[in-house]
């Protein structure tokens, strides 16, 4: 399941994810909410936090992570993840700079300096 996080600026997409994530959940959460974001930002931000009950992602919605990723590439300025989970965490310091942007993982006990650094000017 991605769910929108509140109280974050609106060139943030914040959102969380837990169980297990499938591409309806990327129809109607996380695509609309990069869609809505992107209208108004040139350059947007995402805090990314998957939760420690995570159990996987369907192999629709990678596809739908890949489209959204790829969709916009140059629009990514700068990509907070937050986890404890392994093997995201290799995948992000192994592939993170391929993405435009500054991208960092954080575990979850370090979420408020994650939040600290994707709203620093």
């Not at 996987?56 to 990678?62: K, S």
């Not at 960092?104 to 300096?113: D, G, I, N, Y």
Request: hydrophobic share 45%; with cysteine; proline share 5%.
């Amino acid at each position: 399941m991605i769910e929108k996080l509140p109280d974050f600026p609106d060139n943030i997409i914040a959102v969380t994810c837990s169980g297990r994530v499938t591409a309806h959940d990327y129809e109607t959460v996380l695509i609309p909410h990069v869609d809505e974001v992107l209208k108004q930002h040139e350059k947007v931000r995402l805090y990314y936090q998957i939760s420690s009950d995570f159990l996987g992602v369907d192999p629709a919605a990678v596809w739908d992570d890949m489209k959204v990723g790829m969709g916009h590439f140059r629009h990514w300025d700068r990509i907070a993840v937050v986890t404890d989970v392994g093997w995201i965490t290799m995948a992000m310091r192994s592939f993170g700079f391929l993405i435009p942007g500054a991208v960092r993982v954080f575990p979850l006990s370090e979420a408020a300096q994650a939040r600290q650094w994707i709203l620093a000017e």
